[in-house]
């Protein structure tokens, strides 16, 4: 729990376009945008598919499950409420589901040093505050 006199992260702010995928944050899973026509994932949500241009995509559950695509290690606070996690990773990870498909995110408990293109990682949830919930990722366990 973050101490009372420590500023809060940024809260996410969904809207129409991206609120099915908080609200399956909310339920602790991963769900991206799928556009069955093409048998494809989107992501970052779009208003139709870039290949096809259908308006008709949904959100489907994702398995949460990834690899380590790229990274940076944050060493300064981009605002208040990250301080007290300095250093922290910003990770690019691509999903198991498809090639190409790829979340930006926190990689969250593992010492930075131990981070490496192409690890293993799986999806970790963290409520903020009371309903806002992010997904993040962390090395996947056996």
Same mark, same amino acid.
């Given at each position: 729990? $973050?101490p009372? !006199? $420590?500023?809060p992260? +940024?809260?996410?702010?969904? !809207?129409?376009? /991206? &609120?099915?995928?908080w %609200?399956a944050? @909310?339920?602790?899973?991963?769900?991206? %945008?799928? #556009?069955?026509? #093409?048998? @494809?994932?989107?992501?970052?949500?779009?208003?139709?598919?870039?290949t #096809?241009?259908?308006?008709?995509?949904?959100?489907? &559950?994702?398995s949460?499950?990834?690899t380590?695509?790229?990274? /940076?290690?944050?060493?300064?606070?981009p &605002? +208040?409420?990250?301080? !007290? @996690?300095?250093?922290?990773?910003?990770?690019?990870?691509?999903?198991?589901? %498809?090639?190409?498909?790829?979340? /930006?995110?926190?990689?969250?408990?593992t010492d +930075?040093?131990?981070?490496?293109?192409?690890?293993?990682?799986?999806?970790?949830?963290e409520?903020?505050?009371?309903?806002?919930?992010? +997904? %993040?990722?962390r090395? @996947?366990?056996?």
């Amino acid at each position: 729990m $973050t101490p009372p !006199d $420590t500023p809060p992260k +940024p809260l996410p702010l969904a !809207d129409d376009m /991206t &609120a099915a995928y908080w %609200q399956a944050a @909310r339920n602790n899973r991963l769900a991206v %945008q799928y #556009c069955t026509p #093409c048998s @494809r994932y989107l992501h970052l949500p779009v208003e139709s598919c870039p290949t #096809c241009g259908t308006a008709e995509l949904t959100f489907e &559950a994702v398995s949460g499950r990834g690899t380590l695509y790229s990274y /940076t290690v944050m060493h300064d606070a981009p &605002a +208040p409420g990250f301080a !007290d @996690r300095l250093p922290y990773v910003v990770a690019v990870v691509e999903l198991d589901e %498809q090639s190409g498909l790829l979340v /930006t995110t926190n990689l969250v408990d593992t010492d +930075p040093v131990d981070v490496h293109i192409g690890m293993s990682l799986e999806a970790t949830f963290e409520e903020l505050a009371p309903g806002d919930v992010v +997904p %993040q990722f962390r090395p @996947r366990k056996a």
